[in-house]
């Protein structure tokens, strides 16, 4: 049988990512190019701990099925922390769980958007989100990335031209794949806009507990008063990825079209992650278990930041990231990008992410990599980036 | 801000199901209104023992990103499973795991339906798949229900009148909500429709390995030699729903259109509930595990049906399930079904669903009520039939 695919999945590929990592798997291969947290800080016996209580204790409700909304107590503590950080306000926010921020994201936009219609995202911008907008059909539009954000004269105009504008998404605290952490001036402008356009911001705050040095920047989301932002939060950075639980929060109408949506997709989150996630908000001191966290990131990224300083080329510029998992590289104009990729991986065995990857347009030219000082070993940073160095002194 | 929905979800709303598991959470409402395994036979043992062992062996893998497809050593025991069952071949399907198979329903619609493509299903049906495949403003419609199946001629009949004729949607095994079997020979005059109009068939078989009396008959995908069949698999009915793990085999054209789309919309499913169900096929006496389960599940199937018989009214037509999790009952025409349901609940305290429910339609007329046996303790299933049956008694 020759299958014909709806029109939004036809031209949908696999992220160009998944090609990279798949040297990843081989032998002596250091990775730069995973966006995974570091394993190192997991905490395990807490987590094993938590799950033989669960289990022995109310296994039943570990194992059937759950509401879609997710389990109330965590809800609860969540709108505690949220609007502790002034991303829930009780008298006009709802929250619930999701599989994931990328759920989050992915459903705000099938209820918000008809193919064809605009988003307004970062250039560069976190790929699975794209990805996510694109199986949509929408019109997706990069604006492109400031040091401190997007280009707000950029997005205006864009917005101007757009036949159907409708939904800006940004991830401001060191974004994916920048790290970089947009204004509070851009933050207000971008709200500003989203007003006076009528359009509906997505949030996405995966990294934003992740913070190792510098202040802290209010979220959109705490600028909102008129229920214009959804904003997608995260335990994969802070506990971990594999439990699949994230959460959105925003307006009570936006959250109950959101939650029919998830219960056609999967029903409910796994139930047993969401007890594992209560019982981690219940009962772990978070501030101090952050700091542990912020020190594990901060030293990974200054060994790597230090051997950039040290081996590579003054010709590339590189950006000094106050939190998050990436650090961002631009190799001079006249260097061939994805050739000096390839021959990473292929000649050196060194993992990193070509800038095009996160771009609308895969195929527009970009001088930049991403990479990840999170999920190698100090080891593997500090014999990755010698070796990258090498690189970068003998093109 | 008033928010303008996208035109698919805008009409979308709550299982009307949920209307009336809202008084099942009331104290003294016995329910047969819900679509729960039985959670006595929950191996909740097994399943501690097993958690401690990957969470003290293997934390990191537990709980970190891991693979869209799934976890591979799963993947392989279950095509094992499937090609044992005829439902995988080796040399023309993939596999791939979902967070349920409410997800392999959902986003098989999704890659090969665009909207307006007509999905055909049985009437009735699930209502969860069919929320799904409606929030893709796909062309739903239903196929009336006989004994052994949807209705052939009706089938082709509607075949044939559709500008855009595309996936056939059923459930062959102990179907939800009518409990009913699909004959061998409606089995394969499906498929040779499916053939001879090019349709895709989407198999939903979650209830199969539930059968505690009769014979098995062949799955729809058994007969499948042109890659014409998405079978949706399920972990929710023989292990524990809790975990959210199904799993979908197809042609790999199908399947790799069908990862690309989960990717964007939770990445992987929960990581610690895949490695339980792979402990579970690997480690678990598969034949003597479900003659167990369906040992609970035919005592719990006789009772209700033992209660029926003694205290229903004559009137009321019924359906003895040979396996699964309904029972299907038929009011006199001449009844309120409606009005008997919502009496039920509010005045007698039994939640039961009624049947325009799971109806393309919701507001056509039925006269079917679905009972549930297997959520229900033995002692509420004898309680709340035998008010039932004075209800029916006395209409």
Known sequence: MQYTFSENVQSLQPSAIREILKFTGMPDVISFAAGNPAPEAFPTEFIEKISAEILREDPV???????????????????????????????????????????????????????????????????????????????????????????????????????????????????????????????????????????????????????????????????????????????????????????????????????????????????WAQLICTAFLEQMDMDSYLEGLHNVYRRKCNLMADGIREYFSPKIQWEMPEGGLFLWCTLPDEWDMPKFCTQAVEQYKIAVVPGNAFLVDESAESHSIRLNYSTPTDAQITKGIKILGKMTTSV
Do not use: W
Request: charge should be neutral; glycine fraction near 6%.
């Open 61 to 271: 409700l570990a194992l059937q099925y759950s509401i879609t909304e997710g389990y109330p107590k965590l809800r609860e503590l969540l709108k505690q922390r949220m609007a502790a950080q002034h991303c829930f306000d009780p008298n006009r926010d709802d929250l619930i769980i999701t599989s994931g921020a990328q759920q989050a994201n992915e459903l705000a936009c099938k209820v918000l958007l008809n193919k064809g219609d605009t988003l307004f995202c970062e250039s560069p911008s976190f790929i699975g989100s794209l990805n996510a907008f694109r199986s949509y059909g929408v019109d997706l539009q990069g604006i492109p990335m400031e040091q401190d954000g997007m280009d707000m004269d950029a997005l205006e105009n864009a917005i101007q031209k757009s036949a159907s504008p409708k939904v800006i998404y940004v991830i401001p605290n060191f974004q994916n794949p920048t790290g970089r952490v947009m204004s509070l001036k851009k933050r207000k402008k971008l709200y500003e806009l989203a007003c006076r356009y009528d359009l509906v911001i997505i949030e996405d705050n995966p990294y934003g507990d992740l913070r190792f040095s510098g202040d802290p920047i209010p979220s959109i989301k705490s600028l909102d008063a008129e229920g214009r932002v959804s904003y997608s939060g995260s335990f994969s950075k802070i506990l971990a990825p594999g439990l699949r639980v994230g959460y959105v929060s925003a307006a009570p109408e936006l959250i109950s079209k959101i939650t029919v949506c998830k219960q056609v997709s999967d029903v409910h989150s796994n139930i």
